[in-house]
């Protein structure tokens, strides 16, 4: 079903998103990977999970706190893979403190990087969709999107934030075989989240173990943390000619964390 089509996954060399990426290249996705650290790993690890379907994986460096090069990137995949079909909006980044004790720069890269970067690629994206008749985007919220927690500021406006964008760009796309939705995860067990983990060891003097315990019985009923596997199969999902009605939403996949 996915087959052939481009998807751009950001900050794909770790978690999340590079979890998506293999998932939509097992589909026989050709897949743009975009993020810092490792790029070679992640790499091979999308191209052995399309090679049944000889997919095309391309990389592109783009700051996604940067529009420059958020607009070279997007313009290197219209050049090179002839447009992005599907745009998943995950490049992210936390920081906790009170709001009172913020650092204003970590307050302005957390807008950039984790809001105000999905609105620069979607609308770079959306005209080409159009033209072809056909696009997906799913933007990786969070139950932060929904819901808040303390020291959290940033990241919680962030999120509620792309969620409002979400639905914008889902009724402006209304009538056309475009849609826009969002997932919000709970607690997945990633660098991101390993650094909270680690923090919170070292703070209240506990074993790591125990700390991971004690973050997943705070919020998530399941008690168990959700994958990039599933959140991959979900955005599958949410791409599949089935899902052409499934439009403005904010999907949670978090334990029962926000039905609480
Ligand atoms: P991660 O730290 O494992 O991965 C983040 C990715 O973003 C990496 O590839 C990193 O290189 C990239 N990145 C960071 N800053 C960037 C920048 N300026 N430009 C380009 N790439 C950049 O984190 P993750 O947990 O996989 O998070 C991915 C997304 O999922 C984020 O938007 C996060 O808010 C969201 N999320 C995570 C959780 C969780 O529990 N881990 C829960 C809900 C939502």
């Known amino acids: 079903m996915l087959k052939g089509k481009t998807a751009l996954v ?5 978690g999340i998103g590079l979890g998506i990426a293999l998932t939509l290249a097992r589909q026989g996705t050709n897949v743009v990977l975009n993020g810092f650290g490792d790029t070679e790993g992640p790499r091979q690890e999308v ?5 049944a379907h000889g997919i095309k994986v391309g990389y592109h460096g783009a700051d996604m706190s940067k529009p420059a090069e958020i607009e070279a990137m997007m313009a290197y995949i219209d050049k090179d893979f002839g447009g992005c079909d599907i745009l998943v909006n995950n490049a992210g980044i936390q920081f906790v403190a009170n709001v009172d004790e913020f650092p204003v720069d970590r307050w302005d890269a957390i807008i950039a990087i984790n809001l105000t970067s999905a609105f620069h690629t979607m609308r770079l994206a959306l005209p080409g969709m159009k033209q072809r008749h056909w696009g ?13 927690s303390a020291g ?5 406006a962030a999120k509620h934030g792309l ?9 402006e796309t209304a009538t056309l075989p475009v849609t826009v939705n969002a997932i919000c995860p709970g607690w997945v067990l990633t660098p991101l989240v390993q650094k909270q983990i680690d923090t919170r060891a070292t703070k209240e003097g506990i ?3 125990e700390a991971k315990r004690q973050l997943l019985a705070e919020k998530q009923p399941s008690l168990q943390f959700t994958t990039p ?4 199969a979900l955005t599958v999902f949410l791409c599949s000619d089935e899902a052409v009605n499934v ?5 949670a996949m978090d334990g029962g964390w926000t039905a609480q």
């Open 10 to 14: 950001t900050g794909s060399t770790s």
């Open 47 to 51: 191209e052995a999970a399309g090679q």
């Open 136 to 148: 997906r985007i799913v933007n990786i919220a969070s139950t932060h999107g929904l819901v808040a």
């Open 152 to 156: 959290k500021s940033a990241y919680v």
């Open 163 to 171: 969620i409002g964008l979400t639905k914008s760009a889902a009724l």
């Open 207 to 209: 074993e790591v173990a």
């Open 229 to 232: 596997e599933e959140l991959g």
């Open 247 to 251: 439009r403005g939403q904010a999907w």
